[in-house]
């Protein structure tokens, strides 16, 4: 029986996080990291042309060396992405924190899932390490399957909860009504008929149990 993993979606806002390795690889993984505010230190003797303008913006402090010990210390996430293996082992048995080993899942405490990001909405795919490329097929898949329109849905029904919230006093109904604008029957209306039909819905829903 393989490893089995806890799932998690981790504030990495303002948290040093360290990139072993300047390549593409290394490059895909800072980009994505950035996205969601991390502090980025990049630990490689070359980088490519894409980290190295994030550099000059700013946005990454750049160490231009190899790897050495020490150069973990107070981090948050570590992710190791170089071509050689046995740097990328140091890195997993020195790193004091959570550490992902790029295609190496054995090496590492976590893995990092294919991710569908679309406004408020993400979706995390793994298999477990057994085969990333079936997690990215089957994100291609639900990418299709909830796209725009569910996007548009997730931040009006943002709104809508904070006045639920407010507006209806009785704990039950209000309950009631937040499971209602977010059951598969709203999505099935989402998919098959679009945001504008489900928003109506929900706003109905909502005023008649406000005057209930």
């Given at each position: 029986?393989?490893?089995?993993?806890?799932?998690?979606?981790?504030?990495?806002?303002?948290?040093?996080?360290?990139?072993?390795?300047?390549?593409?690889?290394?490059?895909?993984?800072?980009?994505?990291?950035?996205?969601?505010?991390?502090?980025?230190?990049?630990?490689?003797?070359?980088?490519?042309?894409?980290?190295?303008?994030?550099?000059?913006?700013?946005?990454?402090?750049?160490?231009?060396?190899?790897?050495?010990?020490?150069?973990?210390?107070?981090?948050?996430?570590?992710?190791?992405?170089?071509?050689?293996?046995?740097?990328?082992?140091?890195?997993?048995?020195?790193?004091?924190?959570?550490?992902?080993?790029?295609?190496?899942?054995?090496?590492?405490?976590?893995?990092?899932?294919?991710?569908?990001?679309?406004?408020?909405?993400?979706?995390?795919?793994?298999?477990?390490?057994?085969?990333?490329?079936?997690?990215?097929?089957?994100?291609?898949?639900?990418?299709?399957?909830?796209?725009?329109?569910?996007?548009?849905?997730?931040?009006?029904?943002?709104?809508?909860?904070?006045?639920?919230?407010?507006?209806?006093?009785?704990?039950?109904?209000?309950?009631?009504?937040?499971?209602?604008?977010?059951s598969q029957e709203i999505l099935k209306i989402i998919r098959e008929?679009?945001?504008?039909?489900?928003?109506?819905?929900?706003?109905?829903?909502?005023?008649?149990?406000?005057?209930?």
């Amino acid at each position: 029986m393989g490893t089995s993993y806890y799932p998690a979606f981790l504030n990495i806002k303002e948290k040093k996080c360290v990139i072993i390795g300047g390549g593409r690889i290394a490059e895909r993984k800072v980009l994505s990291l950035l996205r969601c505010g991390a502090k980025i230190q990049l630990i490689s003797p070359v980088i490519t042309y894409r980290l190295n303008k994030e550099k000059q913006k700013g946005n990454i402090q750049h160490i231009s060396r190899n790897y050495t010990s020490g150069d973990l210390d107070n981090a948050f996430l570590v992710i190791a992405a170089t071509s050689d293996e046995e740097t990328n082992r140091r890195v997993a048995s020195e790193a004091p924190c959570l550490v992902n080993v790029v295609d190496v899942p054995e090496m590492a405490n976590f893995i990092v899932p294919s991710v569908i990001k679309k406004g408020l909405m993400t979706i995390a795919v793994s298999t477990s390490g057994a085969s990333p490329a079936m997690a990215r097929s089957v994100r291609k898949e639900l990418a299709a399957f909830y796209g725009v329109e569910l996007s548009k849905y997730l931040v009006f029904l943002k709104k809508l909860r904070k006045k639920a919230l407010r507006d209806i006093a009785d704990k039950n109904l209000r309950q009631q009504f937040l499971k209602a604008i977010a059951s598969q029957e709203i999505l099935k209306i989402i998919r098959e008929r679009g945001y504008k039909e489900a928003r109506g819905i929900a706003l109905k829903r909502l005023s008649e149990t406000i005057s209930s």
